[in-house]
């Protein structure tokens, strides 16, 4: 069983920086991507980032003020977040796409808050 666990939320001024870190645990299987998606009150939950085989891709919305990252050695995914904004605040969730010997599937963690006050 895989598990995915987040970190990282809070309250930040518009302006501020927040760094997320999700890790994956578990055994016997590969990752094969990593990202987050976000939702906020009342709205569908959005991609922000993902990251694959070395590559980004990122919404419109956070290009250019958010940056994600990945260790493999440590089954780690971070997003750093610069220049906050109010319309940032959400409920940021990781998420793997996991493969093992007999399955793929995705993985979700439970969520961090983050709150971007003006």
């Known amino acids: 069983q895989v598990q995915l666990v987040e970190s990282g939320g ?7 920086s927040l760094r997320l870190s999700c890790t ?4 016997g299987f590969s990752i094969n991507a990593m990202g987050w ?3 906020a009150p009342g709205k569908q939950r959005e991609l922000v980032a993902t990251t694959s085989a070395g590559r ?9 003020r958010f940056t994600i990252s990945r ?4 089954n780690t995914v971070y997003l750093q ?10 409920d940021y969730y990781c998420n ?4 093992t ?11 961090t808050l983050v709150t971007v006050s003006s």
């Open 10 to 16: 809070g309250l930040v001024q518009a302006g501020g």
């Open 24 to 27: 994956a645990s578990g055994s």
């Open 37 to 39: 998606y976000r939702q």
């Open 56 to 64: 980004a891709n990122y919404a419109d919305s956070v290009k250019g």
């Open 71 to 74: 260790d493999n050695a440590k």
């Open 81 to 90: 977040m610069n220049s906050l904004k109010p319309e940032d605040t959400a």
């Open 96 to 99: 793997a796409v996991i493969s």
């Open 101 to 111: 010997s007999d399955y793929a599937m995705n993985a979700w963690g439970k969520g």
